[in-house]
């Protein structure tokens, strides 16, 4: 694994751990009150807004980061071999000779 490999797997286990959620939560229940209050001022509906900017693009961003994990783990296992015959073109190789 590259030394990004690790840092994006080691952030993504961070964002999930315990004190992260925590915060969400909290962040949750603030919204959860903004979003209740009766007459909210422009600042409340701001903070709404944004908040909700920042959970999109976080989500966002953990998806790109699970990709690119996952497609690393994709290149170093399995048979790279096999991969090798599967991006070959079809008529190449030992299949020429025998048609």
């Known amino acids: 694994m590259s030394r990004t490999d690790n840092l994006v ?3 993504l286990r961070k964002l999930n751990t315990s004190n992260v959620q925590e915060t969400f939560r909290s962040l949750e229940a603030l919204l959860d009150h903004l979003e209740t209050k009766h007459d909210p ?5 701001q903070i709404v807004d944004t908040a909700y ?3 999109e693009k976080l989500k966002f961003f953990e998806g790109t980061l699970k990709q690119y994990v996952g497609d690393s783990d994709i290149i170093l296992k ?5 991969r090798l015959y599967a991006q070959a073109p079809k008529n190449t190789g030992s299949q020429v000779m025998f048609d």
């Open 41 to 45: 001022e422009p600042k409340d509906m």
């Open 78 to 82: 399995g048979n790279k071999l096999q």
């Open 9 to 11: 797997s080691g952030f």
């Open 53 to 55: 900017q920042l959970l």
